[in-house]
């Protein structure tokens, strides 16, 4: 079945510190993939999303590029704030299952200022 | 526009008590979804709707029912709580039941079952 693998973590950085979470992926189909964010005490938000190979997906200075050649889509952003502390999840839907989500187990990024 | 609204936000519950989360949204959306996250596993998904009065289960079904009489609303039942089912459920739901589609959440309900 599809599963996503990703660094758990704790990531702990310094704010303005180059960050990079990795999250592999696999799947028999052709799935979209995405990064949520969970803030403390809250829900998931989606925080990009790419849906074909070689797409890149981009919010808030964040980046993750569809590579299907690694099954990979590593988040990554150049400069980390105090307020990008949060969960980020990679997850993928089966585009042929429609939106059955499986997420990864999350990976908590402390920035210390 | 609430989004996706979920109560309680925290539960206490004995082992073998029944309670039902209440999950609703106002977007019209015809998917809808309930997962449970545990520390170390990411979300599991227990149940989906692909639009009322369709159900099917997810990954981790056993102990739960849900049911979808009405477009907006996606209650989950605990039938018989147990220590295991102590956890952070979210529901989620989506515009289509196909197609790479955001996800909205709601803020979650913490249950511990004692």
């Known amino acids: 079945g599809n599963s996503v693998t990703q660094m758990e973590g704790p990531v702990t950085l310094s704010e303005e510190a180059f960050l990079t979470i990795n999250c592999t992926y696999t799947?028999?189909?052709?799935?979209?993939l995405f990064w949520y964010v969970q803030y403390p005490g809250e829900g998931l938000q989606l925080l990009l999303k790419?849906?074909?190979?070689?797409d890149k997906g981009s919010n808030k200075g964040f980046e993750a590029t569809y590579r299907k050649e690694t099954t990979s889509f590593h988040l990554e952003k150049g400069s980390v704030q105090v307020s990008d502390s949060a969960v980020y999840f990679c997850?993928?839907?089966?585009?042929?299952?429609?939106?059955?989500?499986?997420f990864g187990p999350g990976t908590r990024l402390s920035v210390l200022p | 526009n609430a989004g996706v609204t979920q109560t309680p936000k925290f539960q206490v519950l004995k082992t073998g008590q029944s309670m039902t989360l209440q999950c609703a949204q106002d977007?019209?959306?015809?998917?809808m979804s309930w997962y449970r996250q545990d520390p170390g596993m990411g979300l599991r998904l227990i149940h989906y709707?692909?639009?009322?009065?369709?159900?099917d289960q997810g990954e981790v079904p056993n102990g739960y029912n849900v049911s979808r009489s009405t477009t907006e609303d996606f209650p989950l039942r605990l039938l018989s709580a147990a220590p295991s089912q102590t956890s952070v459920y979210f529901c989620?739901?989506?515009?289509?039941?196909?197609?790479?589609?955001?996800?909205?959440f709601g803020p979650g309900t913490r249950l511990t079952v004692l």
């Open positions: 790419a849906t074909k190979a070689d």
């Open positions: 977007m019209n959306h015809e998917y």
């Open positions: 799947a028999t189909g052709y799935p979209s």
């Open positions: 709707s692909v639009g009322a009065g369709i159900t």
């Open positions: 989620a739901s989506s515009y289509r039941a196909s197609g790479p589609n955001e996800q909205f």
């Open positions: 997850a993928l839907s089966d585009q042929d299952y429609g939106q059955n989500f499986v």
